[in-house]
């Protein structure tokens, strides 16, 4: 069974760092691109960070470029999004998801496995 499971938020102040946690198993971990999306109340999910398990290749949405930075440990099948400079407009749920792929897609409609979510809160 494949499972995603995120760890990491929490509530920070403006300025402030998390660092994310996307722990995978259940299939071919390194066959896949692992992406970072977020949603908001009211407002639709976007992408924010992907990267490729097997070259590390990653992307990221404009917004969060100098600020985030997403990594992996192979060994344990984890991904991480390091969030710094943390602004409240960062404030959501923030889900990992898997697309077994070559590209490097930020859009969640090509992602076929998803974990339950963390909450990141960023107060002014």
């Known amino acids: 069974e494949v499972q995603l499971v995120e760890s990491g938020g929490g509530l920070v102040q403006a300025g402030g760092s998390l660092r994310l946690s996307c722990a995978a198993s259940?299939?071919?971990?390194?066959?896949?691109?692992i992406g970072w999306f977020r949603q908001a109340p009211g407002k639709e999910r976007e992408g924010v960070a992907c990267i490729s398990i097997s070259d590390g290749r990653s992307d990221y949405r404009d917004s969060v470029k100098g600020r985030f930075t997403i990594s992996t440990d192979n060994v344990k099948n984890t991904v991480y999004l390091q969030m710094n400079k943390l602004k409240p407009e960062d404030t959501a749920v923030y889900s990992c998801?898997?697309?077994?792929?070559?590209?490097?897609?930020?859009?969640?409609?090509?992602?076929?496995?998803w974990g339950q979510g963390t909450q990141v809160t960023v107060s002014s």
């Open positions: 998801a898997a697309h077994e792929g070559e590209r490097l897609p930020l859009r969640s409609y090509e992602y076929d496995y």
């Open positions: 259940g299939f071919t971990f390194d066959r896949y691109i």
